[in-house]
C-alpha cells in the first residue's frame, strides 16, 4: 500500500523499513501531520501516524476529501484521533494495540528510583568530585503502599514489578481483571489516594480521565506522595500539581508525558528557548524528573511496532491476517 509516515525519526525508519521488507510503497516524512502538512497526506492512500500527530476533525476530513482509506496509528492510544470524523469520512483506523508493556511498566520502576534514590543527582556530583550524601535520603521502597490507576497490560507488568519490590499494590480500575486480583488489591479511587505512598497512572486518556490529578485529587493524598505518569500528560492538571509541589504537598513527581507536549518532545530544542512556562517551572524543582515520551522506547517494543503496523497495512489491503481497527463501537 501507498503510505506516508508522519513523524519518523531515523530508529522508526530503521525497524519499519525491516519489517516491510518492500512489501508497501512506504514515504517517510520527518514532519508531524497537522492542518498544514494534511493536503501531503491526503495524496496517499494509508497514512501512519504517531502519538503527537493531529488527527483531529479538520484534518481527517482533508484526508477524507483526498485518497485516505486508512490510518495507522504506531500507538496503542488513540486519544489524539476523532474516531467519529474517521467513521464520517469511512477512513479505517487501527493502532498498535501491544508492543511492550514491560518497556513503560520498566520506565515506570526507573523514574520511581531515580526520584527516590535521587541517582540523577548523585551522578552528576560524582562526576565533579562530589561525594556529599547530603539531599540524596530516600526510602525502603520495601512495605510501601502503591497505587495503580488502570490495570491493564501496562498498569498489571507494573503492579507485579511493584510486588516483587515488596509493596503493598492497590489499584483501581472500572473494569477490575481477574488476573490482576492475583497481584493487587482492587478498592476505590478514593481509598487509593487516601493510602498510597506512590501513584502510578497506567489508564488512558479520555473525557472522563482528564485531569483525574486535580486538586481535589491531591487533597485526598498522602503529604510527599510520588506521582508517577507515563500515560497521557492530560490526565494530570499540571497547575494544580505545581501548586501540590510548593506546598510539598506532592514529594516526587516523575513525568514521562506531558499535557503540551506536541510542541516539545521528539525534537531537539536545546539551542531555542522554550516558551511553555508550565513545563519550564517543572523543571526547577529538584524533586521532578521528566523524560520525553520514552517509555515504550525499546528495541523490543519498537520491533512490535513495526511488525503490528506493516500487519495492519497489509491487513487492510488484502485482508490477510489480523487488523487492530479502533471504532467508536470497538477496540481491537
Ligand atoms: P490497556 O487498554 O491495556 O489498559 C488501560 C486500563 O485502564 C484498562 O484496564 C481500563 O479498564 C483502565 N481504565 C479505563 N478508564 C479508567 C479510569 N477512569 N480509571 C482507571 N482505569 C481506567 O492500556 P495499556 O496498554 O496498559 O496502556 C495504558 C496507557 O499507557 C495507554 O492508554 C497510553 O496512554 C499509555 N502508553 C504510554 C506509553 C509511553 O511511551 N509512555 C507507551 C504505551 C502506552
Same mark, same amino acid.
Given at each position: ?8 525519526k ?6 519499519l523499513?525491516?519489517a516491510?521488507?518492500n512489501q508497501?510503497?512506504i514515504?517517510?516524512l520527518?514532519?508531524r501531520?497537522t492542518?498544514?502538512?494534511a493536503s501531503?497526506a491526503?495524496?496517499?492512500p494509508?497514512?501512519?501516524v504517531f502519538?503527537n500527530?493531529?488527527?483531529? /476533525?479538520g ?5 477524507g ?5 486508512? +490510518?495507522?496509528?504506531r ?6 484521533v ?15 494495540p501491544?508492543?511492550?508493556?514491560h518497556?513503560v ?6 523514574l ?7 541517582t540523577n /543527582?548523585?551522578y552528576?556530583r560524582?562526576?565533579?568530585?562530589n ?5 540524596l535520603?530516600?526510602?525502603?521502597l520495601?512495605g510501601?503502599?502503591?497505587?495503580v +490507576?488502570?490495570t ?7 503492579a ?7 509493596c503493598?499494590?492497590?489499584?483501581y480500575? *472500572? ?10 488489591e ?6 487509593l489516594f487516601?493510602?498510597?505512598d506512590i501513584?502510578?497512572?497506567h489508564?488512558? =486518556? ?6 483525574? +490529578? &486535580? ?7 498522602k503529604d ?6 507515563t500515560? /497521557?500528560?492530560g490526565?494530570?492538571d499540571?497547575q ?14 516523575? =513525568? &514521562? $508525558?506531558?499535557e503540551?507536549?506536541? !510542541?516539545?518532545?521528539f ?5 531555542r $528557548?522554550?516558551?511553555? !512556562?508550565?513545563?519550564m517551572?517543572?523543571?526547577t524543582? *529538584?524533586?521532578v524528573v521528566?523524560?520525553?515520551?520514552q ?10 511496532i ?10 487492510f ?10 471504532t467508536?463501537?470497538?477496540?481491537a
Open positions: 500500500m501507498r503510505t506516508a509516515v508522519f513523524s519518523t531515523p530508529y522508526d525508519r530503521r525497524f523499513a525491516e516491510n521488507e508497501h510503497e514515504t517517510f520527518d514532519v501531520l492542518p498544514e502538512t501531503i491526503a495524496e496517499y494509508a497514512v501512519c502519538v500527530d493531529v488527527v483531529n /476533525r484534518v481527517i476530513e482533508e484526508l476529501e483526498g485518497n485516505v482509506e486508512l +490510518i495507522a496509528l500507538s496503542a492510544g488513540f486519544n489524539n476523532d474516531l467519529e470524523a474517521a467513521e464520517g469520512e469511512g477512513i479505517t483506523v487501527a493502532r498498535v501491544a508492543y511492550s508493556p518497556a511498566a520498566e520506565h515506570a520502576l526507573a520511581i528510583l531515580t526520584l527516590n534514590r535521587r /543527582r548523585a552528576n560524582v562526576r565533579e568530585a561525594f556529599s550524601l547530603d539531599g535520603l530516600g526510602f525502603d520495601h510501601k503502599t502503591v497505587g +490507576i488502570g491493564g497490560k501496562i498498569g498489571i507488568v507494573f507485579r514489578i511493584m510486588a516483587g519490590i515488596g503493598n499494590v492497590l489499584a480500575d *472500572p473494569y477490575p481483571s481477574d488476573e490482576a486480583k492475583q497481584t493487587v482492587y478498592t476505590s479511587l478514593k481509598e487516601r493510602a498510597s501513584i502510578a497512572l489508564c488512558p =486518556l479520555t473525557p472522563e480521565t482528564h485531569h483525574l +490529578i &486535580d486538586r481535589e485529587a491531591l487533597q485526598q493524598m510527599g506522595v510520588m506521582l508517577i505518569n500515560s /497521557r500528560g490526565l494530570i499540571t494544580a500539581v505545581i501548586e501540590g509541589l510548593k506546598s510539598e504537598k506532592v514529594g516526587f513527581l516523575g =513525568l &514521562d $508525558v506531558y503540551e507536549e506536541e !510542541d516539545l518532545f525534537q531537539d530544542l536545546s539551542n $528557548v522554550i516558551q511553555d !512556562d508550565v513545563f517551572r517543572l523543571l524543582f *529538584p524533586n521528566i523524560t520525553g515520551h517509555g515504550f522506547f525499546t528495541k523490543e517494543a519498537l520491533e512490535n513495526a511488525a503490528t503496523t506493516i500487519g495492519n497495512l497489509t491487513a489491503e488484502t485482508g490477510e491476517g489480523p487488523l487492530h481497527e479502533v467508536t463501537e470497538r477496540v
